[in-house]
């Protein structure tokens, strides 16, 4: 049986499919979120920027619950964020799982994906 977060995380790849031409794993999603937090655009990134991208999203996601909080940022524009309170010893399945629903809030908020509706 499907959950709401299975369907809405579905929704979401559904879209970012039509809009990106393939469908996106939970990596390219954190991705993206990363991209849009810094602003800067559709651009060439380097290995070791892609990893802070999704460390932006991570800690973006997170501060949705309070784990994080940004802190503003650098000189050259990167977002840095400070952690507010430890992360809970999740195995890998419940973090995953916890990073999708932050990411189907995070789309919400931006108003990328509609917000979801009681059946």
């Known amino acids: 049986m499907k959950t709401m977060v299975d369907q809405r995380w ?11 031409g ?6 390219a999603v954190l991705f993206l979120v ?8 559709d651009r060439k990134f380097s290995k ?6 999704m460390h932006i999203a991570v800690c973006e996601l ?6 994080y909080e940004f802190n503003g940022r650098d000189a050259d524009g990167w977002p840095h964020y400070t952690l507010l309170k430890p992360l809970p010893a999740f195995n890998l399945l419940e973090q995953e799982e916890t ?7 995070y789309f919400e908020e931006i108003a990328y994906l509609e917000p979801a ?3």
Request: aromatic content about 6%; glycine content about 8%; charged content about 30%.
């Open 99 to 105: 990073l999708k629903g932050y990411c189907l809030q």
């Open 48 to 53: 070791e920027e892609k990893q802070d991208l």
């Open 10 to 20: 579905h929704e979401l790849l559904e879209k970012l499919e039509t809009d990106f």
């Open 22 to 27: 393939k469908i996106p794993d939970l990596q």
């Open 62 to 67: 997170l501060s949705l619950a309070e784990y």
């Open 34 to 41: 990363g991209v849009n937090v810094l602003g800067q655009g």
């Open 117 to 119: 509706t009681e059946n």
